[in-house]
């Protein structure tokens, strides 16, 4: 999938750091396929509004899988590059997802615990419940937002940012989102998307205390899924990005 950097939608921006809203499909950064990555759509818009000459510096701060939509932040200097990345590795920046998964799990609101192990030749993740060699710590907490006879909107938290980790720890409770096949779904959605999206994030400003809470609508692609539309994400505490 291919958007221009007129339609780039940007969530927020300063001197250091600029967050934008992913589609689902589009890669965060470039791979051997060749299709352009959300990180080129970002420093073209850059290099566009800021008229600056030569290669624009655009750090990934983290990553959205391929058919995942939501939120996604980058440092646009080396300062903020660095203090971002300093949140991420100590588990400083809260990220919340909505999902929509088949079924509904066991209880309305749980903290999964699991090992992950991934298979880099099939690109799959398994979810073990006690740790085995190779695998890594995966903690995550959910909240059953609505339901119905097929589907479960979920808002979940994440405790560890694990590859794959909400779709391997949703599938082995026996949800796994709708759409994504590759961890047991019954059918596909169009363009391959999986129904999950970085809903919330917040972190401290790079040269502030100031802590910036950054939340988007879910996807108006979901409200086919569920009987009512699925309800908007808000909070009186929360800047809302529309």
Request: aromatic share 8%; net charge positive.
């Amino acid at each position: 999938m291919i958007f221009g950097i007129m339609s780039l939608r940007v969530l927020y921006e300063d001197n250091h750091l600029i967050a934008v809203y992913k589609l689902a499909g589009v890669l965060v950064q470039g791979d051997e396929t060749g299709d352009r990555s959300l990180l080129d759509e970002v420093k073209g818009y850059l290099k566009e509004k800021y008229q600056k000459p030569g290669n624009v510096f655009l750090g990934l701060l983290h990553r959205l899988d391929r058919p995942v939509s939501g939120i996604v932040l980058f440092a646009k200097t080396s300062k903020g590059a660095s203090r971002l990345s300093e949140q991420f590795r100590d588990h400083a920046i809260e990220k919340i997802y909505h999902a929509i998964v088949e079924g509904k799990p066991k209880k309305d609101n749980a903290t999964l615990v699991h090992y992950l192990k991934k298979n880099a030749k099939n690109n799959i993740v398994t979810a073990y419940a006690d740790h085995e060699p190779g695998t890594f710590y995966a903690e995550l907490s959910y909240d059953l937002v609505r339901s119905n006879s097929k589907y479960s909107l979920l808002q979940v938290k994440l405790k560890t940012g694990r590859p794959h980790q909400i779709r391997a720890q949703l599938s082995i409770i026996g949800c796994p989102l709708v759409g994504d096949i590759k961890y047991g779904a019954k059918k596909m959605l169009k363009n391959g998307d999986i129904a999950l999206c970085a809903t919330s994030l917040s972190f401290k400003l790079a040269t502030k205390e100031e802590v910036k809470h950054l939340v988007i609508d879910l996807p108006k692609e979901w409200r086919g899924l569920l009987t009512l539309p699925p309800p908007k994400i808000s909070s009186p505490n929360t800047q809302s990005q529309s």
